[in-house]
């Protein structure tokens, strides 16, 4: 581990690890959401390896806010060089709407649906062609009519309705930006490997403590079987979207985020029916820990592509590129 | 939970041209090896390819020169592994030689030992199986019953049986653990000792067991009375525990756990090449995901290894999910293929499913069970 991505690690830890009320304010003071800028434009110039660190960490604490979203919204605008104030932003990867050419500057109508914390944020970030180019579009949410809904876990997952409103906008700069769904992806990936880790932590505390038939069931051969699946499906996970981070710093990794995706919705499907079997009925109860992370992951698993979705593309990319291209491509080193 | 350590891992500069050479290698001396010779292929004997791949300086490559090596690097032998693996090259004449019985005695063998076995290893000419399972003694490995006795002029009297040694009808040399000691019930591990048997010696009978689809893979060998000399001592008596367990470890954690069935699913992205169908499609996706992954995972294993680790507990999740791959995918190809398709054809598809439907069970017993695995995964989960 780099000595970056472990100081990284450390004081997101540090941050959030017992903390349910935490402030934008201090995710700023850290400037974690800042990590994916490049120093140039006043970011610490960090790579997708430190985000996944710092996402890992924001899944397994479960932090309440659009942590994943302001890093790649920020990385957006710095990569297009737009000049916006510092303020809370969120991105919406599935933008339905036109981008229109102003007077003065530019302007959007359309629909940005499930935007993580959209009635918390200043702005919004989303990605629309123009002139057959993506363009990175910077929209206040003070102009949009907001229509509250929340994932499973209550994360605010907002839609928003704009009509002719005010836009910044500038051609895309980066990678991040010509597949913003993808990456979005990425990035809950690494918050599901988080939450799996802590949904195992309790398990396995859980399976430790409570006794039945006169000692605690983590004793029992049939419990601790199960446990060492759910284990191994956690690393796959945490493993998968470690990979596809570091590879994401060096080319198109459109594969690499689709298995790790695809592979981390699959391992929640087996470590959540273990994790509430382990837990019995306590893990059912509003007030246990154990919901939080379950809750998200059954989520997650949807948000930003669902096994579905992963498939039919990851499928159809290695039949197209045929049967005795599979290996050959599989090797290519990530350098 | 930092246990479960997969540290990514970059291979060396020099691996994208190994890979090259290798695959050229390849294309030269297997031109069309059809599916279902291709799959399980680390089970496949071929005694003339094994030699050919020691000439080429392939087998025993990261050992020292002067035992025969040529002193490679670890992860450039990984290359190897995995290219070996995927073309369904024939390697199971030498691949307990490569993987364990080498590396065994470079870690405990005396200088004897090495200089007498090792460069006939790396050639590709003394070919080894494994001496750990016995009757009474599967995933209990510490129950072994087979004895060796010490002489009073210093030499061992070995009697008992192993069984399930798969090539010992075609090998030279087992390294097999025995008890030299006596069965203590609160040490169970105390006693033991690991022994290099030369298999023509007198009184080493082998008799073949011919497995559930017909092939004689594996045997019985019996030990009656059996003389060796001091120096077929493998490193220390009574750490034969400790040894054992440490090749156990190298056994587990290549990749050839998740790849015994990659030929089958190179047929099904074929059949999905012709066949236009959203499941098949699907499971391409999925299989794809599940292999890039377990790649990953199966480097960071060979990363550490590298890194003079041992990595029993990932190599461990390695195995357990790689196996858990290669046993779903026959199942998952036979749900997919239309009517047209039967297990009874003559078409690489259908005898590779053939093959793998009836041998993959057997993958997560071989190498350690599941059971097995799944309790060392506990153990690092703090559960046991």
């Given amino acids: 581990m780099s000595e970056q991505r472990q100081l990284l690690s450390d004081s997101v830890a540090r941050l959030f690890e017992s903390r349910t009320e935490l402030t934008w304010g201090e995710i700023e003071e850290l400037g974690i959401a800042d990590v994916l800028v490049a120093e140039e434009h006043g970011g610490s110039g960090a790579d997708w390896d430190d985000a996944c660190a710092v996402l890992q960490g924001a899944g397994r604490w479960q932090v309440p806010l659009p942590l994943g979203e302001a890093m790649l919204a920020r990385k957006l605008m710095a990569e297009a060089s737009l ?41 919004v970030i989303t990605t629309v062609e123009f002139d057959e180019q993506p363009h990175v579009v910077v929209l206040a949410v003070a102009d949009a009519s907001v229509h509250k809904t929340t994932n499973l876990a209550d994360e605010p997952r907002d839609d928003l309705q704009f009509a002719n409103a005010a836009a910044q ?102 470590a959540t029916a273990i994790a509430h079997q382990v837990h019995g009925a306590i893990g059912f109860t509003r007030e246990y820990a154990l919901r939080r992370a379950t809750q998200r992951l059954w989520s997650w698993r949807s948000e930003h592509g669902n096994d579905r979705y992963w498939s039919e593309r990851l499928g159809r990319a290695v039949i197209e590129r045929g049967a005795d291209s599979f290996w050959a491509h599989l090797t290519t080193d990530v350098r | 939970m930092d246990a479960f350590k997969f540290d990514p891992v970059t291979l060396p500069a020099t691996a994208p041209g190994f890979r090259k ?57 990984y290359v190897l592994l995995e290219e070996l693996l995927a073309a369904g090259a024939p390697v199971g004449a030498h691949w307990i030689a490569d993987r364990q019985s080498g590396p065994n005695l470079l870690r405990y063998g ?95 009978r082998i008799q073949p067991i011919v497995d559930l689809v017909g092939h004689p893979g594996f045997n019985e060998v019996f030990f009656d009375d059996v003389v060796v000399g001091a120096e077929c001592l493998l490193g ?55 292999l890039w992954t377990l790649r990953q995972m199966s480097l960071s294993v060979a990363g550490q290894l590298a890194a003079g680790e041992d990595p029993m507990l990932a190599a461990a999740i390695v195995k357990d999910l790689g196996n858990t791959f290669e046993q779903a995918l026959p199942g998952i190809v036979q749900s997919l293929i239309g009517e047209d398709i039967r297990l009874e054809d003559d078409s690489d598809l259908a005898r590779t499913l053939a093959l793998l439907l009836q041998t993959s069970p057997s993958f997560s017993l071989r190498g350690g069970t599941r059971e097995i695995l799944r309790g060392i995964v506990a153990r690092g989960l703090g559960l046991r």
Avoid at chain 2, 44 to 51: G, I, K, L, N, Q
Avoid at chain 2, 59 to 64: E, F, L, S, T
Avoid at chain 2, 151 to 161: A, T, V
Avoid at chain 2, 260 to 273: D, H, I, N, Y
């Fill in chain 1, 83 to 123: 000049e916006v104030p510092r303020s809370q932003v969120s991105i919406a990867p599935e933008p339905a709407g036109t981008l229109t050419r102003a007077a003065r500057g530019w302007k959007f109508s359309g629909v940005l649906a499930s935007v993580p914390w959209g009635r918390d944020v200043d702005h």
């Fill in chain 2, 236 to 290: 220390t008596e009574g750490e034969g525990w400790k040894q054992v367990t440490s090749e156990l470890s190298l056994e587990r954690s290549g990749p050839e756990r998740y790849l015994s069935s990659f030929a089958l699913f190179v047929e099904l992205v074929r059949l999905a090449g012709r066949v236009d169908s959203e499941a098949l499609r699907h499971a391409v996706g999925r299989l794809s995901a599940e």
């Fill in chain 2, 110 to 204: 005396s200088e004897q030992q090495r200089q007498k076995y090792l460069p006939g290893m790396a050639r590709g000419e003394i070919l080894c199986c494994i001496g750990m399972s016995e009757p009474g003694a599967g995933s209990d490995l510490a129950a072994v019953r087979t004895r060796a006795e010490k002489l009073p002029d210093g030499r061992w009297r070995i009697n008992g049986q192993k069984i399930w040694t798969s090539n010992a009808q075609h090998s030279q040399l087992m390294i097999a653990l025995v008890r030299t000691g006596a069965v203590d019930e609160k040490n169970r591990h105390a006693g033991l000792s690991q022994f290099l048997l030369e298999l023509h010696t007198p009184g080493i």
């Fill in chain 2, 21 to 77: 050479e290798i695959r050229e290698f390849l294309a030269r001396e297997l031109p069309h090896v059809p599916a279902v010779r291709r799959a399980n292929c680390w089970a496949v004997f071929d005694a003339e390819f094994s030699r050919k791949l020691g000439a080429r300086g392939w087998i025993g490559m990261v050992w020292p020169k002067r035992y025969g090596g040529h002193e490679r690097s670890a992860l450039e032998r």
């Fill in chain 1, 169 to 270: 906008a500038a051609p895309a700069g980066c990678r991040e930006a010509h597949n913003l769904f993808d990456y979005a992806a990425l990035a809950r990936t690494a918050q599901i490997a988080g939450a799996l880790q802590s949904a195992l932590e309790l398990s396995v505390g859980y399976a430790l403590e409570r006794k039945q038939f006169g000692r605690p069931i983590g004793q029992f051969q049939a419990v601790q079987q199960q446990l060492a699946l759910f284990g191994a499906e956690t690393a796959a996970a945490t493993c998968a979207s470690r990979s596809a981070a570091i590879a994401a710093g060096t080319r198109d990794v459109s594969f690499e985020i689709a298995a790790a995706k695809l592979r981390a919705n699959q391992a929640i499907g087996v």
